[in-house]
């Protein structure tokens, strides 16, 4: 498993697209909390839910302005912009988000605390 916060968003981004949702819930936090694009406030469980979700699925997508902004030894703000297509729930979906994560490291371990999505209009 990567170690840093920069390998560690590039891992994060690729379990999303191969639906690794082992990979994800090592790397999520207990208190990890998700402003969706709509306002929406998830949890860990609703999260692992939406990865664990057969309907859902990633068709295309890229990360772009990827940058890392370390606030101090254990908390760094990853900054990217996320543009993807897919389904969810017999839907489909088309996003376009400027997004903010927050790692965290806790007993030597890098996790995502805290994520916010926003829709580019």
Request: glycine residues 10%; contains cysteine; negative net charge.
């Amino acid at each position: 498993m990567p170690d840093g916060p920069a390998q560690l968003t590039s891992a994060w981004f690729d379990a999303w697209r191969t639906k690794d949702a082992g990979a994800i819930e090592r790397m999520i936090a207990p208190e990890y909390v998700y402003v969706a694009p709509n306002g929406a406030v998830l949890n860990r469980d609703t999260i692992l839910g939406i990865i664990r979700d057969p309907s859902y699925r990633i068709a295309s997508g890229t990360h772009t302005e990827v940058s890392v902004v370390h606030l101090g030894t254990e908390v760094a703000l990853v900054l990217h912009h996320w543009r993807g297509q897919g389904t969810f729930g017999g839907r489909e979906f088309v996003d376009d988000h400027q997004c903010v994560m927050v790692w965290c490291r806790s007993d030597g371990r890098w996790r995502v605390r805290y994520e916010q999505a926003s829709p580019i209009v």
